[in-house]
Nanobody, 121 residues
Framework: QVQLVESGGGLVQAGGSLRLSCAASGSIFSINAMGWYRQAPGKQRELVAT???????NYADSVKGRFTISRDNAKNTVYLQMNSLKPEDTAVYYC???????????????WGQGTQVTVSS
């Protein structure tokens, strides 16, 4: 079985910073792209940032220049450093990863359980 476990959410004042982590574990052969999405109350889940296995990154326009995605391939972990946080960043943040398990010939997308980020004004 494969699991993604997130940590690092919480309550922060506007202008503050948080760092989210998401660790993958289980019968993992390889991990391709990893990413972060978020869902605010009453809104659809939206892309925040993605990173390929080679380190290429992509960001939503709303977080460019404030958020940084990174990964540690040796630890099967993806991070999201969030700076200059705004109240509109308040949401549940979900990580995902395209993981190929041992004995399976193709990757499958897995999701974490979500972590709440609340930014107060």
């Amino acid at each position: 079985q494969v699991q993604l476990v997130e940590s690092g959410g919480g309550l922060v004042q506007a202008g503050g910073s948080l760092r989210l982590s998401c660790a993958a574990s289980g019968s993992i052969f390889s991990i391709n792209a990893m990413g972060w999405y978020r869902q605010a109350p009453g809104k659809q889940r939206e892309l925040v940032a993605t990173i390929t296995s080679g380190g290429s990154t992509n960001y939503a326009d709303s977080v460019k220049g404030r958020f940084t995605i990174s990964r540690d391939n040796a630890k099967n972990t993806v991070y999201l450093q969030m700076n200059s946080l705004k109240p509109e960043d308040t949401a549940v943040y979900y990580c995902n990863a395209d993981i190929q398990k041992y004995g399976v010939g193709f990757p499958i997308r897995y999701w974490g359980q979500g972590t709440q980020v609340t930014v107060s004004s």
